[in-house]
């Protein structure tokens, strides 16, 4: 299977490279010839050294040759062609071309951005509209008027009949009010015409915050009835880039522009911007109580809690106590102790007893969630971490994150810059 010609490779680095006006034949495998100008260039590429002896150059033969017969193994069994090898081979190129395809300044800017933001927390409501990066342009262009008439409204620019009609018009000719309205169901083409429609009715119903009274009515976010589109504190790297930036560059009480992301179109209000309080380690025992709880349910379960904190107060131990009362299945028999958490993942009166302890192994006193009572114990709380240590985790998470896609861009543009690239959209637009 295997011929190799030792003077011809020794030649290959004895002799001047431009001096050879021929490739010979190092080796054959299968009947294949390898050239010396692939050996060579193989060779000197995994050889750090600077001068080649006769050794040196026969092992990496034995190497190269045993690589080369296995290759043409895998071939003869047709691995070469296995679906699941191109797909391996193809994931491969992309990893490797990554680097190449993105704009290195960009990344380390988005990367600056991320950690500078992430020493803040925004809390901020929003109204969604849906509308899918891929829905036909008529159905984009109904989502956006939409939310543009909302985000007036909301702002005591109540829309004129001229522009309800010309919504509705743009409404019954989308895609799915259309096959709706033909099928004689006219539900979804009343609730988004309603949402417009009735802006006025709206807004003059409503008290102060026309934005927190307004969301549940227009807002095609399905979790909006109950949160009235308040998302809580988040911070850098928690929502998708788009909306992340709106919300960091909106001024606090204001409303946002009309945001596009790959959800729809959002509208956000920024209600508070904090420090960031870091990532809290934490203890409790919950008294809980249903959701539909009576008064006296609620009494019952505040004076087992107030009978758990005169145990606490007495010297007994919080984990026992615990595991032996808390109504916390997840986490008694830890002592009670949480999965870490940062802003805006846990009811607020729990977070903001939980970080208004100021040292560890302290513990709070009662306090009340929709859940039911709790008795919280400081661990520990981590800080933010300087840059240098936390760039290796942001550069994983923004080559995750859509954001990605800016380095990419920016590279093309500047491509496109220094090669002077012209597009004559005209003619392109003639072939689509």
């Known amino acids: 299977m295997k011929k190799i010609s030792i003077a011809a490779l020794c030649a290959a680095f004895t002799m001047p490279f431009m001096a050879q006006t021929n490739d010979p034949t190092v080796m054959t495998i299968g009947g294949k010839p390898v050239y010396k100008s692939e050996f060579e260039s193989v060779y000197r590429k995994n050889n750090t050294k600077t001068t080649s002896d006769e050794k ?94 909302i985000r007036n409204g909301i702002l005591g620019k109540l829309p004129t009949a001229a522009q309800i009609n010309e919504y509705d018009r743009l409404l019954k000719n989308s895609t799915q009010v259309k096959s709706d309205l033909a099928k004689k169901d006219s539900g979804l083409y009343k609730a988004k015409l309603n949402s417009v429609k009735k802006l006025a009715e709206y807004y003059k119903s409503t008290g102060a915050d026309k934005f927190m009274e307004i969301a549940p009515k227009t807002s095609d976010d399905p979790s909006v009835p109950d949160n009235k589109g308040d998302l809580g504190y988040f911070t850098a790297l928690d929502m998708v880039y788009p909306f992340e930036t709106a919300a ?62 005169g145990k606490i107060k007495a010297g007994e131990k919080f984990e026992e106590l615990a595991r032996t009362f808390s109504d916390d299945k997840q986490t008694s028999d830890r002592g009670g102790q949480l999965t870490p958490f940062k802003g805006g993942r846990l009811p607020k009166a729990f977070e903001d007893a939980a970080f208004a302890l100021k040292e560890n192994g302290a513990i709070s006193e009662p306090v009340e969630t929709p859940y039911g009572w709790h008795i919280i114990k400081r661990i520990d709380v981590k800080g933010l971490s300087p840059l240098d240590q936390m760039k290796p985790e942001l550069k994983a998470r923004v080559q995750r994150d859509s954001r990605s896609q800016m380095g990419r861009k920016a590279l093309i543009a500047r491509v496109k810059k220094e090669s002077n690239f012209k597009e004559i959209t005209k003619n392109r637009d003639e072939l689509l």
Do not use: W
């Open 56 to 149: 040196s150059v026969r092992d990496y033969a034995d190497l190269f040759s045993l690589f080369k017969m296995k290759v043409f193994e895998a071939e003869s069994m047709g691995l070469d062609t296995a679906q699941s090898f191109k797909n391996e081979l193809a994931g491969y190129r992309r990893q490797l071309a990554a680097p190449y395809l993105t704009d290195k300044n960009t990344n380390d800017n988005l990367i600056t951005e991320a950690y500078e933001r992430m020493k803040y927390e925004v809390k901020a409501s929003h109204i969604l509209i849906r509308c899918a990066e891929t829905e036909f342009p008529k159905d984009t262009l109904e989502a956006y008027t939409r939310a543009t008439l």
């Open 248 to 309: 960091y560059n909106t001024k606090l009480g204001e409303v946002s522009n009309v945001v596009r992301t790959k959800y729809g179109y959002h509208i956000l209000k920024v209600y508070d911007k904090r420090q960031n309080r870091g990532e809290m380690t934490a203890a409790h025992i919950m008294i809980k109580f249903a959701k539909d709880a009576t008064p006296q349910d609620k009494a019952n379960a505040k004076t087992k809690i107030d009978e758990i904190a």
